[in-house]
């Protein structure tokens, strides 16, 4: 049986390394999930009796830190194809990289090769939906508009138990 231990937790304002995300709806009070962004390591946090416990931790690529954290940061909406793209092209998606991703977007879809153009990233969504889900999230597809975070049907994070 494993021990919790007591967790201390600091927060330096000029770093973004970590980012938090309660997903209010998805998971219970007192739950978060911490994004550390430079390390891709997504935790499942809960806060009970005074402590932080880690419920659960998974490694990401570069690649899909790009695409799941513009979905984190759209929960409770969806997160848009030329945001993912742009994202997963550039890194960060700044307002320029989304322009000029959704007019290339625009122009592959004209000629045919929105696949082609959409494949990478969601290949990477894929490899993502993959690690999601034992956290209870589902990353699903919008028909025309984008990705979405959703609770994953079977998974119960209340008790912080998945049920696949």
């Not at 209010?24 to 935790?43: E, I, K, R, W």
Request: include cysteine.
């Amino acid at each position: 049986m494993k021990t919790r231990q007591k967790v201390h937790v600091t927060y330096n304002e000029a770093s973004e390394d970590i980012l938090h995300f309660s997903l209010q709806g998805l998971l219970p009070d007192g739950h978060v999930f911490a994004f550390n962004t430079m390390l891709g390591m997504l935790s499942h946090l809960a806060y009970e009796q005074d402590q932080v416990h880690m419920l659960m931790e998974q490694s990401f690529t570069t690649a899909e830190v790009c695409v799941l954290l513009p979905l984190l940061e759209a929960y409770p909406s969806y997160c848009s194809h030329e945001v993912l793209v742009a994202s997963f092209n550039h890194g960060r998606a700044t307002e320029a990289f989304v322009e000029r991703t959704r007019e290339r977007l625009q122009e592959a879809s004209l000629l045919g090769l929105w696949d082609q153009e959409m494949r990478p990233t969601r290949n990477v969504i894929s490899r993502c939906r993959i690690k999601t889900r034992p956290f209870g999230l589902e990353i699903s597809s919008i028909l025309e508009k984008g990705y979405g975070l959703y609770g994953y049907v079977g998974s119960d994070t209340r008790n912080g138990h998945h049920l696949l």
